[in-house]
């Protein structure tokens, strides 16, 4: 059938509510790459299994990422009218004793993360399931969904259906007010009214640069041809960062919307998403959404019985971090090798195949639907006066809470780290954290106030990128960290400019020879004055950021840098080179353990006799420092 009416959207939101809400008990595995990873498959198939042997009258259903993705397997429980409870950390034996108790009329007591009492996260005019939140049998206090520090601070925009409904079913996108955004568009608003609202809603992409988006799309429309694109980036090249991944698994439908609204208002009727292909599931997933929503004639000719006709295909990249780049992006898709091109022109005026064409990150175009929706001043109240609303961040690395969170701009790093983040896990001391992916920079504690934003992380050496944040301890070496990115950088360098090519290399060779213990005086200035040199003089983003690493971790952690070089020593003893184990006399007691578990026996000594390391044979591996119960192996 197609959609012509809002009456018939209507029909299908209420199909989409009882698919959602439906009257019986539902149960929902997390099935992202992030729980599936975990084991989510293992869990469902025990639930799957344990329903069919007991008989039980329950949906068992799939949905994407609810954010937390440390807590993976997740399983939600929804008790029709009363409460929806979230398991953490299941296991499929967990899973089999959880249908057992519901079976039997019980609630399950272990592993229950929270509640979620009523669904915040809701478009507005939608019903709130869970209204009574304490039905009489729940056990105990059960923290709600709103007091976990990890959710507390987070708004939800772009994350709101991810974990809430099947992404493989349009009726519950539709049923959570999907694709009425795109109606109102088609039935009331014009491309230069989409523009403003755009416009005035202040969003900016989210894919790094901060680019006004509305703006970038009134350029491509005033830009004249009868041929234009828009085009999905969902490239996401940064280590660490999943936050695209993660939408495009678990709400498909919210990119494909702003992707008709972006396309209508630039006047485009052809669009694709690049993404690459070590991103299976949500490629997956994402063709059986255009697939249902050409169905519907969400997609295709006519939409909405009007004169808007949109296509949107796929193109899946071979995994190179230069083509998130869009010139690269551009044309990998045109089936040439993906190296940049100089800008202007901009792809605004001459993109795909030489036509406009508008490029946005993924995490911006979910946020159309909801601006259209909702409109632009109640976008615009969220986040600060220059970065207005939400964005999706991947906070990983030391923090005790890992997993995708949606902030409001404004919100500080210390916000995001201690509080979303609960803190450095194993109670060990903040050192820096990294935004922005390669491009990004190491910001210190004294900075943890700085709000994030794109012109304040910016000021400090870093970027807001497209949201990768990853937080380092006290036992991180900061000259590895810089040495890290530049060997990504290096290897990811497509070759084209000469600053960018042997630029990163150089940089490689002398962080290199630091961390080796061979680094020398002058060092540092020289690293500086070549980065300098590689941002000034190369080709594309890539070349252009990749030194910022390098120069803010010897802005901020100059002395680590000198302790390498000066004193041949890593002060976080990591660098291998310059670190060496040995046993402490008066501790040892001969129990042998580290004897037996170094595997290059380089540790000698009978039982009950002081043990020794063989600094010749050591590989300096840690284990024999990891394992000893006594404190008898130290590094220095
Ligand atoms: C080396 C490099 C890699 C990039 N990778 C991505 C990416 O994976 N995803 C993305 O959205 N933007 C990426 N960008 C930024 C894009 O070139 C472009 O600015 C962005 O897709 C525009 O969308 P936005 O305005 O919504 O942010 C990258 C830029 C460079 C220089």
Known sequence: MKVTTLEQLKAIKEQGLKLTYPEKLKIMVGMATCGISSGADKVYKALRQKIEELGLDAALEQTGCIGFCQKEPLVDVVYPGKVRLTYEAMTPE????????????????????????????????????????????????????????????????????????????????????????????????????????????????????????????EFARNNPGEIKYVICNADEGDPGAFMDRGILEGDPHAVIEGMAIGAFAIGAREGYVYCRAEYPLAIHRLKIAISQAEELGLLGENIFGSDFSFKLKIREGAGAFVCGEETALIASIEGKVGEPKPRPPFPAQSGLWGKP?????????????????????????????????????????????????????????????????????????????????????????????????????????????????????????????????????????????????????????????????????????KLVRMSELIKKTSLCGLGQTAPNPVLSTIKYFREEYEAHIRDGKCPAQVCKPLITFHVVEDLCNGCQLCRLLCPVEAI?????????????????????????????IIVD
């Open 94 to 217: 967990k899973a089999e004793a959880l249908v057992t108790a519901i079976n039997a009329g019980e609630f399950y007591p272990d592993n229950i993360l929270c509640r979620i009492d009523q669904e915040d996260i809701l478009m507005e005019g939608q019903t709130r399931p869970y209204a009574n939140p304490h039905p009489p049998e729940l056990p105990g206090e059960i923290p709600s969904y709103n007091e976990i520090p990890f959710f507390k601070k987070q708004v939800k925009i772009a994350l709101k259906n991810c974990g809430f409904i099947n992404p493989e079913r349009i009726e519950e996108y539709i049923g959570r007010g999907g694709y009425t955004a795109l109606h109102k568009v088609l039935t009331s608003m014009t491309s230069e009214t989409v523009i403003a609202e755009v416009k005035a809603s202040g969003l900016r992409g989210r894919g790094g640069a901060g680019f006004p988006t509305g703006l970038k799309w």
């Open 357 to 525: 064409t508008i490029i946005n990150n993924v995490k911006t175009w979910s946020h159309i639907g909801p601006i259209v929706a909702r409109g632009a001043s109640w976008y615009g109240a969220l986040g600060t006066p220059n970065a207005k609303g939400t964005t999706v961040f991947a906070l990983v690395g030391k923090v005790n809470n890992t997993g995708l969170a949606e902030i409001p701009l404004g919100i500080t790093l210390r916000e995001m780290i201690f509080e979303i983040g609960g803190g450095i896990a194993g109670g060990r001391e903040f050192k820096a954290v990294q935004t922005g992916g390669p491009s990004g920079g190491c910001i210190p504690a004294e900075y943890l106030d700085t709000p994030v934003d794109y012109e304040s992380l910016g000021a400090l050496g870093s970027i807001m990128g497209s949201g990768g944040m990853i937080v380092m301890d006290e036992r991180d070496c900061m000259v590895n960290v810089a040495k890290y990115f530049i060997d990504f950088t290096k290897d990811e360098s497509c070759g084209k400019c000469t600053p960018c090519r042997e630029g990163t290399e150089r940089l490689m060779e002398m962080l290199e020879a630091i961390t080796d213990g061979k680094g020398q005086e002058g060092d540092l200035d």
């Open 604 to 632: 000698e000594g009978a039982k009950k006799v002081v043990h020794k390391v063989i600094q010749e044979k050591c590989i300096k591996c840690g284990t024999c420092f990891d394992k000893c119960k006594f404190g008898a």
